[in-house]
């Protein structure tokens, strides 16, 4: 499957970006988030199930972006509001994440789409 992600940009402390990842098919898997900001390891961001039903956060997101699908147009979603300076970084979705001694990580990944928080 192949993974288009947009909706970056630039935007003040206190305001809120929309990404998009779409999906050249239907992907039968759960869909997530990671983001990697300069000089750091990529970070696992949020994940949603296949269904739909279950989603998980990184704690540092928690309560201000919402991971969500849509099946019809093979997209995935994640709204972000009340961004940080701390949530610069580039954004990348994912396919099929699963966990290793606590790390996160994925069997296939979009390009990245930069999102640049100002103070």
């Known amino acids: 499957v192949q993974l288009q992600a947009s909706g970056g940009g630039l935007v003040q402390a206190g305001g809120s970006l929309r990404l998009s990842c779409a999906a050249s098919e239907r992907t039968f898997s759960n869909m997530g988030w990671f983001r990697q900001a300069p000089g750091k390891d990529r970070e696992f961001v949020a994940r949603?199930?296949?269904?739909?039903?279950?989603?998980y956060y990184a704690d540092s997101v928690k309560g201000r972006f919402t991971i969500s699908r849509d099946y019809a147009t093979n997209t995935v979603y994640l709204q972000m509001n009340s961004l940080k300076p701390d949530d610069t970084a580039v954004y990348y979705c994912?396919?099929?994440?699963?966990?290793?001694?606590?790390?996160?990580?994925?069997?296939?990944w979009g390009q990245g789409t930069q999102v640049t928080v100002s103070s």
């Open positions: 994912a396919a099929r994440l699963g966990t290793s001694g606590g790390s996160w990580s994925a069997g296939s």
């Open positions: 949603i199930s296949w269904s739909g039903g279950s989603t």
